[in-house]
């Protein structure tokens, strides 16, 4: 804005020029929207909401600078042809946590980007594109998805620069019986909280409703059978009258009976709004000691620890109807509640997986493994999306709109893995005049 929107008075102007910011969930677009308000209500920018079933008024939208938005939404938005009203003044475009490429949603992603890209080269008009990620290995494949300068438009920085240092710690299980596996996991938890109890507050992520209450109490029966309760919440602590206090406004049974009056509490989204309102407030104010969560409470909800501990990486896909392992997406979600410079001077992350799957965490967490494209599953779908869109109309078209997305780039930086032989560059006339 200092450099684009600042008259010779010194004024603003902010009639010729929209920005919108893409987060990866539609729960994390209020606590951008609150961000972005708070920061830059100075300058007299407005920030709106526009994800979900929600719309934006012809007028609204002329008031509006900032536009903060999901992918899917934005997807929506720019397929509709003819309708240009939110892309018109388009001159920033922030794609927030862009390793979701990775992901099952990373397709939408590079259509989004490679329509974008198409759009400038075919208007003329200038769109900045920024990516912001905290992991992404291969980033200069990442940057030239972007068609970012290398020289001026990269910027990387590694672990050294983070301002509250972020601990790792990779538990490998053994145990394939599954309740001997969830026990063994419990007394984990119990171990790493012990260490630490009544110094610093823990967050443990796990992966079904029924689990949260079920964790919580073991733990909770764990200190009580090892006589260590007092430790985690001493009884003439104001912390003590206070979770008592709060105890009859719950509607929750395990919180009313089992958990808050021993300092532990569970948050899910089976619950009534106002015990997780209250559950989020008691944490926030440093009366809880132990929350044991669903993965619910990693978007959307600031909440921060000085341990979090992801107990299990398997999750139950519906869609596959099988076991699968945790998104590094989620992953990087659920330990961003760890290590807050503005909470704490450093944190501590505890990944409890199976150990045939430590090496994969590690690889994962440590930058070891390139974000790969997963544009092929869904090439149909966005491929007719561009077709009704009229962007293309031919073979040829098609083609050329491949060679904007991040496939284009991993294939000709790793041909095999997306099943092309190792000498397929310099065998296809095609694909060198495309390069």
């Known amino acids: 804005m200092n450099q684009l929107n600042r008259g010779e008075d010194g004024s603003f102007n902010h009639s010729n020029y929209k920005i919108v910011y893409v987060v990866p969930m539609k729960a994390l677009v209020a606590e951008v929207v609150g961000n972005l308000s708070n920061h830059l209500q100075h ?8 994800s979900g079933d929600q719309t934006l008024t012809r007028q609204q939208i002329e008031e509006t600078q900032i536009i903060v938005t999901t992918l899917e939404k934005w997807d929506i938005i720019t ?13 920033l475009l922030i794609i927030d946590e862009i390793h979701l490429l990775h992901h099952n949603r990373g397709p939408v992603l590079e259509s989004i980007v ?5 759009q400038i080269e075919t208007t003329k008009e200038h769109i900045c594109l920024v990516g912001l990620s905290a992991t992404v290995p291969n980033y200069e494949d990442v940057a030239l998805f972007l068609r970012v300068d290398l020289n001026k438009g990269l910027f990387h920085f590694d672990n050294s620069c983070r301002s509250c240092p972020l601990a790792q710690q990779y ?9 001997q596996r969830f026990q063994l996991m419990n007394d984990v938890c119990y171990e790493k909280f012990n260490d630490i109890a009544g110094k610093h507050q823990v967050l443990i992520f796990v992966h079904s409703r029924k689990e949260t209450a079920k964790t919580a109490r073991s733990i909770r029966d764990a200190a009580l059978a090892n006589d260590t309760l007092g430790r985690f919440l001493k009884e003439d602590s104001v912390s003590h009258e206070i979770l008592h ?24 989204a089976g619950m009534a709004r106002a015990d997780c309102q209250l559950v989020e407030d008691l944490f926030a104010d440093g009366h809880v000691q132990v929350l044991v969560s669903s993965a619910t409470l990693s978007w959307g909800v600031n909440l921060p620890a000085h341990i979090v501990i992801i107990k299990g990486t398997q999750i139950y896909n519906p869609e596959k109807g099988a076991w699968t392992e945790l998104s590094p997406l989620d992953v990087m979600q659920m330990l961003g509640h760890a290590a807050r410079p503005q909470y704490d001077s450093y944190g501590e992350g505890i990944i409890i997986t ?10 994962l967490m ?34 050329s709109w491949l060679s904007y997305t991040y496939l284009y780039v991993r294939m000709l930086r790793n041909p095999t893995l997306y099943g092309l032989v190792p000498d397929a560059l310099t065998r296809d006339i095609l694909l060198e005049e495309e390069s």
């Open 366 to 399: 440590n930058q070891q493994l390139p974000i790969e494209s997963q544009f092929v599953s869904k090439m149909a779908d966005q491929l007719n999306g561009e077709i009704v869109l009229g962007t293309v109309q031919n073979a040829r078209e098609a083609c």
């Open 114 to 118: 490679a329509r974008t890209v198409r």
């Open 245 to 268: 206090s709060h105890t009859e406004l719950v509607k929750s049974n395990d919180l009313k009976d089992l958990l808050l009056p021993y300092g532990f509490a569970i948050h899910d």
């Open 43 to 50: 300058y007299d920018v407005k920030v709106k909401d526009l």
């Open 354 to 363: 199976g150990h045939s799957e430590l090496l994969y965490y590690l690889s």
């Open 79 to 91: 397929c509709k042809s003819g309708d240009h009203t939110y892309t018109q003044l388009l001159k």
């Open 171 to 179: 538990i490998g299980i053994t145990v394939k019986k599954p309740l």
